[in-house]
């Protein structure tokens, strides 16, 4: 089966390596101006089936997934420039959020779509660490401005939920929605026999 992943995302296409799925990379041009929804995982999952539906060919799997970092009210998407960056990190600190991320699955005329949702503990940090982690460059195209996989790490103090949900494709979430569609992920994987 053809695997079309909706996402420019290193890390996505990382993880789906990881897992042997074999997979090509479509990259969507849709409007993530969704103001309409405020419920965060509405959101995200709006987003992931916006990504999905945009690609769509007879026959692929395609994959599409939407991340946002939620701390109390405040949605953090990915941070424009080092201002915002030192922003979010400051309202992350010493606190815990949550990391949502929508799954949409299209195959032919069928989509499912699901979420994943991990709480994360942040220590203090101090302003010295949000300039120093700014200045790594990995803030950048990261939802909440940090990357657990990375340097980002070193602020958490633990997590409840998926850890591949922070890094941003939630396998057991992904998983769940393949089998709904009546797939299991080794249908996907390439044949190493």
Not at 41 to 66: F, H, N, P, Q, W
Not at 156 to 178: D, K, S
Request: overall charge positive; charged content about 25%.
């Amino acid at each position: 089966m053809r695997v079309t992943l909706a996402s420019s995302s290193p890390r996505r296409q990382e993880i789906l390596r990881q897992v042997g799925v074999p997979f090509e990379v479509f990259v969507p041009s849709i409007s993530e101006d969704c103001s309409h929804l405020v419920d965060a995982r509405k959101k995200v999952m709006y987003l992931a089936g916006e990504k999905a539906r945009s690609c769509r060919t007879s026959g692929s799997l395609v994959i599409g997934m939407d991340t946002i970092v939620v701390a109390g009210k405040t949605k953090l998407g990915k941070p424009a420039d080092s201002s915002e960056a030192a922003e979010m990190l400051g309202l992350l600190s010493n606190r815990t959020h949550s990391v949502i991320t929508g799954v949409a699955l299209a195959i032919d005329n069928r989509m499912v779509m699901d979420s994943e949702r991990t709480r994360v503990y942040f220590r203090k940090l101090t302003a010295a660490e949000i300039q120093w982690y700014i200045q790594t460059g990995e803030p950048f195209d990261k939802a909440g401005a940090y990357a657990i996989q990375g340097f980002g790490s070193l602020f958490v103090n633990r997590i409840e939920g998926c850890y591949y949900n922070v890094v941003g494709f939630p396998l057991g979430c992904f998983q769940r929605a393949l089998e709904k569609l009546g797939f299991q992920i080794f249908d996907l994987m390439e044949d190493r026999s």
